[in-house]
């Protein structure tokens, strides 16, 4: 009979699976990013991962490259046109106006975290599926709720030991934008041959975004362009400063850059990034945010001033990574764990006991307990190996005598010492025998 070829599935280009041993890291990250965002006072949404495609197009705006080459874009079976969402931040407008939260006490602050979906070129620290965690300010044009904004994001980084370096503009408003946009382009046009092709469409399109342009040759020429900050109204002036103001006062360290423009229609005013150094000397960009006063007005809100920021987290979590593995153990400033432990392991033996041990496990992990086992193992041997595999404290052996006893035998697994316990006071013994290890 002829063989029937199975076909094997992988996955889609720029997709990932964040298998078991990647999320001790991963969960770490997030832990950390919450529980900040938390001290912090913003409280957590969850947001659709599929929207209105016109809500990406008319934030994000119809010129950029997420919006007319990276969206995931389709129609459903009742001709609705959606999008996977390429950022965090529109869903968090639409739902803000949604939910009439213009009502709630200001500033309201809410975080999220999820994966984005971006068609672009795979290639290092670059998928078509990745995650974001991004904190939203509503309500607040206070410089100092830029500079707090920023603060968090350094804190975030300092305290998962990754060295980083944070750039920060000003891109004004759209009146004194659109008088910097004039110069730059008058400035621009007698190298418009000189740009690269993406850049030359920029020119007519999103000019500013030929200020973060990747290609050597466009950077060379906008290092001599004129810069947004010299542009900037009264306002904004002062707004900047402010800003930077209270940013000295927190002794934090920051850079000024005029090439960050950030790219998306909706921003304005404050615009930072935050970099890290890559082995071969290049920057990778862990996050970044800005203002986005518009933007809530845009989408059919009251006009309410806000700002925000969003981290990649592959990005980070491979930085952690790699520091933390390279870093020797007794130099680490914080412990990750990177396997399975347990507290107590429940080991069995014979039949009788095989039956005991659904329920003893149960009653023990609902007392708060790690407990381990491995009850498709029939010989203590195998069942040991698992146990010291996951580092048990103690293991509980049940056999055919402790059964007839009513009894329980507890291991102390490093110094190998043993005792006999009634049953009905094994959880009383437990605790006692953990505590005395703390
Ligand atoms: P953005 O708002 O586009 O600057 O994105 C914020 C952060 O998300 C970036 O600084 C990256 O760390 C991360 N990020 C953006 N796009 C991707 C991508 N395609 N793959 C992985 N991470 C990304």
Sequence with gaps: MKKQKIKKYSLLKGFKDIVPEDQFYWNFVLDKLSKCADAYGFEKIDLPIVEEYGLFARSVGTDTDIVTKEMFAFETLGKEKVALRPEGTAGAVRAYVEHGMMNKRKPVKM??????????????????????????????????????????????????????????????????????????????????SKLCVDCNKRYNKNILRILD?????????????????????????????????????????????????????????????????????????????????????????????????????????????????????????????????????????????????????????????LVGESVSKTALKQQMEEADRLKAKMCLI????????????????????QEIVPSGQILKVLRRRLDSLK
């Design 213 to 369: 342009c990747k290609e050597k040759k466009c950077q060379e020429i906008v290092a001599d362009a004129p810069q947004i900050v010299d542009h900037l109204c009264t306002d904004c002036n002062t707004h900047f400063v402010k800003t930077l103001e209270y940013l000295e006062e927190s002794q934090i360290a920051y850079t000024l850059n005029p090439f960050i423009v950030r790219g998306l229609d909706y921003y304005n005013r404050t615009a930072f990034e935050i970099f890290c150094k890559e082995e071969d000397g290049s920057q990778s960009a862990l996050g970044g945010g800005g203002r986005y006063d518009s933007l809530v007005r845009m989408l059919g809100g009251q006009k309410t001033p806000a700002i925000g920021f969003a981290l990649g987290i592959e990005r980070i979590v491979s930085r952690l990574r790699d520091m933390y593995e390279k870093t020797p153990a007794d130099e680490r400033k914080f412990e990750i764990p990177t396997s399975k432990t347990c507290d107590v392991f429940i080991a069995q033996l014979g039949d009788g006991a095989r039956k005991k041990v659904l329920v003893l496990f149960e009653k023990i992990r609902r007392e708060g307990f």
């Design 111 to 192: 975080y999220y975290e999820g994966p984005m979906f971006r068609y672009e070129k795979p290639q290092a620290g670059r998928f078509r599926q990745f995650h974001q965690f991004g904190c939203e300010v509503f309500g607040e044009d206070d410089p100092i709720v830029d500079a707090q904004i920023i603060y968090m994001c350094y804190q975030i980084f300092d305290e998962l030991n990754i060295p980083i370096e944070i750039k920060i503009n000003s891109i004004g408003c759209n009146t004194c934008r659109n008088h910097y946009l004039k110069a730059l382009k008058l400035y621009l046009k007698k190298y418009k």
């Design 398 to 417: 049940v056999g055919q005598k402790e059964i007839m006893d009513d009894t329980i035998l507890i291991r102390d697994m490093e110094s190998g010492n």
